[in-house]
């Protein structure tokens, strides 16, 4: 319980940080601010589709969006072990980002993206906070899955 506690509150603590990044991407971006002229840069961009702005009917993706964001975290209550501290970071990244992006659909009926790297689609960090989560989760799962009692 006390990890579930902490990974909720990670999770918030993500959400507020991708909310107000998207925030100030909206605000400030008029124009966009290249780092390292084309290679790296931020712009605002809407993104009305899914991952890598694929269209698809608007409520297909909020009913697959809560759909996953459920399953998630079903799936990681039974196959990881939350008291692990490399378990409770990656869901809370996990959950944090696709609730971004979910909140995002359900105000502005489009994603705020807003990062650019090379040729890569523009993105947030929800989606970066996704991606983390996963390559940590596929790094760290030897040591936090849950290990399940058999009977012989």
Known sequence: MKNLTKLGV???????????SKYLAKEFLDNPVQVF?????????????????????YLVIIISNIFLIGLIIYLAKEELDLSEKKAVIPM????????????????????V???????YPFFNLADAYIIAAVLLL??????????KNTKT
């Open 10 to 20: 990670l999770a918030v603590d993500f959400l507020i940080l991708d909310q107000i």
């Open 37 to 57: 002229g084309e290679f790296f840069k931020f712009e605002y961009v809407e993104n009305r589709g899914i991952a890598f702005s694929i269209p698809m009917p």
């Open 92 to 111: 809370a990244l996990l959950v944090a980002g696709g609730l971004g992006n979910l909140i995002d659909r359900l105000f502005h009926g489009f994603v």
């Open 113 to 119: 993206d807003f990062i650019s790297i090379w040729k």
């Open 138 to 147: 596929i790094l760290f799962y030897g040591k936090i899955k849950r290990v």
